[in-house]
């Protein structure tokens, strides 16, 4: 079974205090992983795929990496509006369905 | 429409009464799916419908919990004698393809007292 761990699960910076999301998983046969940003009611809205090691992939502040085992969230120079809950999920071997972690819940300052 | 619509937002009921929720996916997108967000929790997978294929339920978590998609667009979750613990966020995502990213709604929040 598919397992994914985010830590931490909150994490609360500063204006301009960059700092690393991480997201560690466990797949038999790893289809893609997959970053989303959560604001408070509101649906996953998506960020990122990165499907193989090494794969790197940038966003404004935000940039996603991948290893065989963790996937980070680094967000440089975070600014108050990059406050939300950032989810990662894996898609796996022949499923269909993503499975998504508990999320880390960032709070940035000013 | 330009992105996946749900209905209602928010539902209250009373536990025992059955409820329906409703998706409208993005016009085009052949995958459909069903998750629940409980308060502190990830998201649960419940239900994918592909095409015209056999939907995967096997994130349902009883026999309360269906779901059907008509013409391969609007999808239905229908909740029978509802619990307090089926209190939660339900979530539909539809997506172009089954290897491609999710597209999810702002959810029903559903309470039941």
């Known amino acids: 079974e598919d397992q994914v761990t985010q830590s931490p699960e909150a994490l609360r910076l500063q204006e301009g205090e960059s700092s690393s999301l991480n997201c560690s998983y466990t797949v038999s046969g790893l289809r893609g992983l997959f970053w989303y940003r959560q604001d408070p009611g509101k649906g996953p809205e998506f960020l990122f795929t990165?499907?193989?090691a090494g794969e790197e992939k940038e966003k404004e502040r935000l940039k996603a990496t991948l290893t065989k085992k963790e996937s980070f969230l680094h967000i440089t120079a975070p600014k108050p509006e990059d406050s939300a809950t950032y989810l990662c999920a894996v898609r796996s071997g022949t499923a269909s369905k993503l499975t998504f972690g508990t999320g880390t819940r960032l709070q940035v300052t000013l | 429409g330009a992105g996946v619509s749900q209905s209602p937002s928010n539902k209250v009921t009373e536990k025992g009464k059955d409820v329906e929720l409703r998706c409208d996916p993005i016009?085009?997108?052949?995958?459909l799916y069903w998750y629940r967000q409980s308060l502190g929790q990830g998201l649960e997978f419940l239900i994918y419908f592909q095409g015209n294929s056999a939907p995967d339920k096997s994130g349902l978590p009883s026999d309360r919990f269906s779901a059907e998609r008509t013409g391969g667009s609007v999808s239905t979750l229908t909740i029978q004698r509802t619990q307090q613990e089926d209190s939660a966020v339900y979530l539909c995502?539809?997506?172009?393809?089954?290897?491609?990213?999710?597209?999810f709604g702002s959810g029903t929040q559903l309470s039941v007292l």
């Open positions: 016009s085009g997108h052949t995958a």
């Open positions: 995502a539809s997506s172009s393809d089954v290897k491609e990213k999710l597209f």
């Open positions: 990165l499907y193989s």
